[in-house]
Structures are given as structure tokens and as C-alpha cells.
């Protein structure tokens, strides 16, 4: 594996393979003496560290999170693979009475269909059969059986013109108690004009982590969860001490 020969960084983020990946990286970049540094970007990732957090602070808590209004890349490709459908774009959006919920420290169990809704703008080949392409989408499942799912049929200008960005964010909750039952609110937002773009960002930051811990001897796979902050910062300690602290 490419560990073996070079420092790494990834945005591997299929959330459930996660362990075994590591574990391979791990193997792979440990025996080449290199660091990789795997899964990075907001989620899995920043918020992947938001969560850990917020379980750590309130110990007591229950944590929740939400994706979009934004377009997901990952569903957009499976609703390509659609027989029939030349283009298509996917965009996760909360359900706003959910978000609400949580808000006011409530910490209901929800499910998948109760927290987010799924929008699926569809540009059909020519002569295909609607019907067919909408149930194959809204009945796929891993991807949409689970969610309240829309699909739109537009034409290709209007994809062009309308769907050429990624936009994406959304949020991490969490709500716990701590002494004598004093109830306690964290928030975590990301709102993001496009996705790659600020992915992008997050892993320049951690190819700079990835060299800072090569260069003192370490070895093996890493997430953003094992990276002290001052390692992505471009800045010297003596200017995190100072600006930001």
C-alpha cells in the first residue's frame, strides 16, 4: 500500500469501514516507517473531534448530528449508477422540527427519517421510464430507503446552471447535565459554500500534522482525534500562546 512508501493524508469517510481502514493503514504505514493520517475532513473528522468532546465535557449527554442543507457527494454518485440517469445531485437537508427539538435540551430518539430528508435532482436519458428511475432511487437501499426522498427531473442546462457547486455543513449537538442537574448546551456549526474546497483546507492542515510527526518518530496511522491542534496550525507555539489562547 502506498503507506509503505510515502507520508499520507486521506478523506476516507465510509464511517462504518473506518476501523478496518485504519487498521490496514496502520500496518502498511508502520512497516514503511511513515505516517498517515486517515479519515480527515469535517465528518469524519472535525466533527468526529466535536463529538469526542462533547462526550467528554457532559458526561451525561446525548449527541446528535446534522447534515446539510448541502449536497451529499457520496448519495449524488449512487443516484448516477441508477440505470437511466445521466446526472444527478443529491442534497441532505434536516428536518427543522428535530433540529428545534434538540435545541431546547430535549433528547428524543429519533430515526434516520425524523432527522434528515433526502432531495434528488435527476437528469433522465432520453426515452427512459420516470417511474422506474424514481422507485429504484427512493428504494436503494444504504442510500435512500430510509429517508423521506424527493426526486426532481430537470434537464441538463438546468443542472449546469443551477447544481454546479457543492455546498455543504451541518451541525453536532449535544445535550447533558452536570452538577446538582444544571443543564448544559454545546453547538458545533459548518457551513460550507463548497465541500471540496474546505475538505481541501482541512487536509493541508493535516499533511503539515503528518510531517510535524514524522519528523519526531512517529509511525502508523492516525485520525484527527490523535493530533494535538498546535501540529495542523501553521503557526509557532509562541503565536498560538499569544493570539489564541
Known amino acids: 500500500m502506498v503507506g509503505q512508501k510515502f507520508n499520507t493524508v486521506d478523506s476516507f469517510d465510509t464511517h462504518a469501514d473506518i476501523p478496518n481502514y485504519f487498521d490496514l493503514m496502520d500496518l502498511s504505514s508502520g512497516?514503511?516507517?511513515?505516517?498517515?493520517?486517515?479519515?480527515?475532513g469535517w465528518d469524519p473528522g472535525i466533527f468526529s473531534v466535536e463529538r469526542v468532546l462533547s462526550d467528554a465535557?457532559?458526561?451525561?449527554?446525548?449527541?446528535?448530528?446534522?447534515?446539510?442543507?448541502?449536497?451529499?457527494?457520496?448519495?449524488?454518485?449512487a443516484a448516477r449508477k441508477v440505470a437511466g440517469v445521466a446526472d444527478a445531485r443529491?442534497?441532505?437537508?434536516?428536518?427543522?422540527?428535530?433540529?428545534?427539538?434538540?435545541?431546547?435540551?430535549?433528547?428524543?430518539?429519533?430515526?434516520?427519517?425524523?432527522?434528515?430528508?433526502?432531495v434528488v435532482y435527476v437528469v433522465p436519458e432520453k426515452g427512459v421510464n420516470l417511474d422506474k428511475?424514481?422507485?429504484?432511487?427512493?428504494?436503494?437501499?444504504?442510500y435512500f430507503d430510509e429517508y423521506e426522498t424527493?426526486?426532481?427531473?430537470?434537464n441538463e442546462k438546468e443542472m449546469a446552471e443551477n447544481h454546479n457547486k457543492y455546498p455543504h455543513g451541518g451541525f453536532v449537538l449535544a445535550s447533558g447535565e452536570t452538577g446538582d442537574g444544571?443543564?448544559?448546551?454545546?453547538?458545533?456549526?459548518?457551513q460550507l459554500e463548497s465541500n471540496p474546497g474546505f475538505t481541501g483546507s482541512v487536509l493541508v492542515a493535516c499533511a503539515r500534522a503528518a510531517f510535524r510527526l514524522n519528523k519526531l518518530g512517529r509511525r502508523g496511522a492516525f485520525t484527527m482525534l490523535d493530533i494535538p491542534p498546535r501540529y495542523l496550525s501553521p503557526h509557532s507555539s509562541t503565536v498560538l500562546l499569544e493570539k489564541f489562547m
Open 133 to 142: 428511475i424514481r422507485k429504484d432511487i427512493v428504494s436503494m437501499p444504504d
Open 31 to 40: 512497516e514503511g516507517g511513515n505516517v498517515s493520517i486517515v479519515s480527515a
Open 90 to 118: 443529491q442534497y441532505t437537508i434536516p428536518i427543522e422540527d428535530a433540529l428545534a427539538t434538540v435545541r431546547k435540551g430535549k433528547t428524543p430518539d429519533f430515526t434516520k427519517r425524523q432527522m434528515h430528508r433526502r
Open 57 to 77: 465535557f457532559l458526561p451525561a449527554n446525548k449527541t446528535y448530528t446534522f447534515w446539510g442543507k448541502g449536497v451529499s457527494q457520496g448519495h449524488s454518485d
Open 150 to 154: 424527493e426526486v426532481i427531473f430537470i
Open 182 to 190: 444544571n443543564k448544559q448546551m454545546l453547538e458545533y456549526r459548518c
